[in-house]
């Protein structure tokens, strides 16, 4: 027998205790009923044992079950009868209920109640007494009363299995969120380590490189000064991000919220980057257009615009070749227009390495509030390339994405 038709446990029990309990009431001469075509006792025991049959396959073949046993207990009102044999159908014919296909199930409770009604009936018509009516009792609760029993059973089966697939989708959901919410806030740690440390980092690197290699004291003592000063503050910049995923938020240590850099302290950050960068020719200017009306932005707006600059003056302080580095402010139509242009080239003198994390860095924070970046050399026209970086921040939100 195929695996798909081996019967399980139960029904093998089942059908060994209805069997074993026919051959109990056959030997002990209990039968239903009497005076039926086939009065010998033992023929009691075909149907009791084709019933036991189609117990074996109850749930691996309900439909077939429940065929042989109509079968059986039609055959066993040719005999004397058996308790058993009635016992076992019931059995038979809830579990085509229950495990039957979805049609069969929606179908076998109409079809039995409209047998035990038709049944009833006719008992009447042909015997003329109220008694028939126990006849149709019978028949329903033998056929009718297990099929809606095994209907409801399968329908709370149902509801169970949706529930535990939606807990299950649920739960699933919930982990690919916090996955997505772990894989964003790392994103944005990496962003606020990078450009709240890497300027100060190479600044450090630069003017160490050139106080190492330039045998100067004078020259030692500026860029030892430069050192130390982004020193401090990159140490200050690192307790202050410390201090932030201590309080798992955007609070500082007294609970207060954390100041975050604004397009006002522009100037300080410019002539910060004048300093660093005087020792290789750099000379940073900031030309703010924006009208003098317009008022303080939106604070996601104004950060990423203070780190995008900030980021800007870094890779120009590792990169750009002697020369201007401008840096430009315009807002037109509700759009922030940021803009770093520096002369590309080599430069003399010590540079810094860079790992490209802050070009991904500022595309993803301009991504985040809908704008548009674009970085890249381009010739200006008098025959100088220049590297410019240019990002357009919407200080609105759209309303599309309302």
Not at 342 to 370: D, N, Y
């Amino acid at each position: 027998m195929s695996s798909s038709l081996r019967p399980d446990r139960d029904a093998v029990a089942l059908a060994v205790s209805g069997l074993l309990g026919g051959l109990l009431l056959w030997r002990l001469g209990l039968h239903t009923q009497g005076g039926r075509p086939f009065s010998a006792p033992w023929i009691t025991l075909v149907p009791v044992t084709a019933m036991a049959g189609a117990e074996l396959l109850r749930r691996n073949a309900p439909r077939t079950a429940l065929t042989i046993g109509v079968v059986a207990l039609v055959a066993d009102q040719f005999t004397r009868g058996s308790l058993a044999t009635v016992l076992m159908f019931t059995d038979v014919m809830y579990a085509a209920a229950l495990y039957g296909t979805p049609a069969a199930a929606r179908r076998l409770p109409v079809a039995t109640l409209l047998v035990t009604v038709a049944s009833t009936i006719g008992f009447l018509a042909w015997f003329r007494r109220p008694e028939a009516l126990l006849i149709g009792l019978v028949i329903g609760l033998v056929s009718f009363i297990p099929a809606l029993t095994g209907v409801s059973v399968r329908s709370h089966r149902t509801a169970a299995d949706t529930a535990r697939l939606a807990a299950a989708q649920t739960a699933r959901l919930a982990e690919m969120d916090r996955i997505q919410a772990v894989v964003a806030e790392r994103a944005r740690m990496a962003r606020e380590l990078h450009d709240r440390v890497a300027n100060h980092l190479s600044a450090v690197a630069i003017h160490s490189t050139a106080a190492l290699s330039i045998d100067d004291p004078e020259t030692s003592r500026n860029a030892l000064k430069v050192i130390r000063e982004n020193s401090v503050e990159g140490l200050a910049e690192m307790r202050r991000l410390i201090g932030l995923l201590r309080e798992g938020g955007e609070d500082g240590e007294d609970g207060a919220p954390a100041a975050a850099p604004t397009l006002a302290s522009l100037d300080a950050l410019v002539e910060q980057a004048n300093v660093n960068g005087a020792a290789g020719g750099l000379v940073c200017v900031l030309e703010d257009t924006r009208p003098t009306e317009a008022g303080a932005l939106p604070t996601p707006v104004e950060l990423a615009a203070y780190r995008i600059v900030q980021e800007s003056l870094t890779n120009a302080l590792k990169h750009a070749a002697p020369g201007p580095v401008t840096v430009r402010l315009a807002l037109a139509d509700e759009v922030l227009t940021v803009e770093v242009t520096s002369v590309s080239g080599s430069r003399p003198g010590p540079t810094a390495p860079g790992s490209g994390a802050g070009l991904v860095g500022m595309r993803e924070r301009v991504a985040l509030l809908g704008g548009t970046f674009a970085a890249g050399a381009e010739p200006d026209g008098e025959g100088t390339k220049l590297w410019r970086v240019r990002a357009e921040l919407p200080v609105r939100e759209r309303e599309s994405r309302e």
